[in-house]
C-alpha cells in the first residue's frame, strides 16, 4: 500500500518499527529510523529527530498495532508528532498489523 500511494522519492516514516523501509525501498524522513530504548541517550537526537519530521512531513507515517511491547509510543518522543498527525494526516489503513496515516494534499 505505501508503495501505490507514494512515489521512490517519498520519504516516510514508521513509529518504532524500522524494518519496513527495506520492505517498501522508501527512504525514512529522519536518521533516526528507531526511536527506542537507548537513543534518549543520544544528546540532541529528540529535538533533531522532531525537526526532521515536523520540517519535512512524511507522506505517510505507519504506526505498528500489534502487541510487540518494544514498540512503544511515547508521548514524551512523539507528542508533537502525534499533533501534527490529527491536523494534517489521515487514516489510510489499518490492516496488516499497521495504521497508515497519509499526508493530506
Do not use: C
Not at 500511494?5 to 525501498?25: A, G, V
Not at 508521548?75 to 502525534?82: D, S, T
Request: glycine share 6%.
Amino acid at each position: 500500500m505505501i508503495d501505490e500511494y507514494t512515489n521512490p522519492n517519498d520519504k516516510i516514516l514508521s513509529l518504532m518499527n524500522p524494518y519496513i523501509y527495506p520492505f517498501t525501498q522508501r527512504k525514512a524522513v529522519t536518521k533516526y529510523m528507531y526511536q527506542g530504548f537507548g537513543i534518549a541517550n543520544i544528546p540532541g537526537a529528540r529535538t533533531e529527530f522532531l525537526s526532521d519530521v515536523l520540517n519535512n512531513k512524511p507522506k505517510i507515517i505507519a504506526m505498528f498495532t500489534g502487541d510487540d511491547k518494544t514498540a512503544v509510543i511515547e508521548e514524551y518522543w512523539h507528542g508533537p508528532i502525534l499533533e501534527m498527525m490529527e491536523k494534517d494526516y489521515r487514516l489510510l489503513s489499518d490492516k496488516n498489523g499497521f495504521n497508515l496515516y497519509i499526508l493530506n494534499n
